[in-house]
């Protein structure tokens, strides 16, 4: 990118300094954006907002106020409401570029803020924030899922990469689907690694990580070079027998994490079926195991 195509140094304010806006706020101060007001109504974030921006929480009219830019980063079930509120509140939005970092939500949001006159964009980083201190290493090369106007596509864009992300651009009618996708795999990924270990640790496996770390991490490579095409395991060998056993002993042991288990494996192997991995007669057997059908 030409030194031409960047944005001008913006006075940056973040609405919801907690994990995900200290380390956004931070990566743009890295940028060499200036970081000029930010609210926080928990502690943990008014320490982020101290720690990692170098600033005393203000109240959210003053954030906006102070900024040219301002990040909206609080909950998605919050930001409807923080947006209808600063425009009805008279807070002077023309010409703000107004971001919000919700991975559901698209430009809809944010209109009005937008009849208001602020300049509507939605950057959600495909990242998972925590709160420790390599949430910032970790905005490095990640993905950014981008929504905007085409007159403020060169903007977005900008902003990404100078943060070190890599915007992609999705239409935005399609972010609920872009973020259910996103959800489902990491969201419930951590839930079943978590309930894996639960298991193992029942049955006396000291160090359940130890024990799955490689396999998993041999899986995720696997999926993410092959597709469907690198399963392995038990459905798409048509093992109904093993499955079966599987269902049973989590009834007795996990009656939730067996109903679970049935319904990621008629996914699976609704998924192995349609790809060729995995017989009819055999998907057949898998059906009768699992008490119900495969097929949608």
Avoid at 47 to 61: F, I, K, Y
Avoid at 62 to 79: F, K, M, R, W
Wanted: net charge negative; aromatic share 2%.
């Amino acid at each position: 990118m030409n030194a031409g195509d960047r944005p001008a140094r913006l006075a940056v304010g973040v609405l919801g300094a907690g994990k995900v806006g200290s380390a956004l706020g931070a990566a743009l101060a890295h940028a060499g954006h200036r970081i000029v007001a930010a609210s926080g109504v928990s502690d943990t974030s008014q320490r982020w907002a101290a720690e990692r921006l170098g600033l005393t929480p203000s109240p959210p009219d003053e954030v906006v106020a102070a900024g040219e830019l301002i990040l909206l980063t609080v909950p998605d079930d919050t930001l409807p409401d923080l947006v209808a509120g600063l425009a009805q509140a008279g807070v002077d939005l023309r010409g703000k570029l107004l971001v919000h970092t919700s991975g559901a939500y698209g430009l809809s949001v944010l209109e009005p803020a937008s009849r208001a006159g602020a300049l509507p964009l939605a950057l959600h980083p495909v990242m998972t924030f925590t709160g420790r201190d390599d949430d910032l290493s970790r905005i490095t090369g990640c993905s950014f899922g981008v929504t905007a106007p085409d007159t403020l596509r060169p903007i977005a864009e900008a902003l990404v990469i100078e943060m070190g992300g890599e915007p992609v651009w999705i239409a935005d009618a399609d972010r609920p689907l872009y973020h259910a996708a996103l959800a489902g795999a990491a969201n419930h990924m951590v839930t079943l690694i978590a309930e894996s270990s639960e298991l193992l640790g029942r049955i006396g496996v000291e160090h359940p990580g130890r024990m799955l770390g490689p396999l998993l991490g041999a899986a995720l490579d696997n999926v993410l070079r092959l597709g469907i095409s690198g399963l392995t395991g038990p459905v798409v060998r048509g093992d109904a027998g093993t499955v079966r056993r599987h269902v049973d002993a989590l009834i007795l042991a996990a009656p939730e994490a067996a109903d679970a288990y049935v319904a990621l494996a008629r996914l699976t192997a609704d998924r192995a079926l349609a790809a060729g991995l995995l017989k009819p007669e055999e998907a057949e057997r898998l059906l009768d195991a699992l008490g119900g059908n495969i097929w949608t």
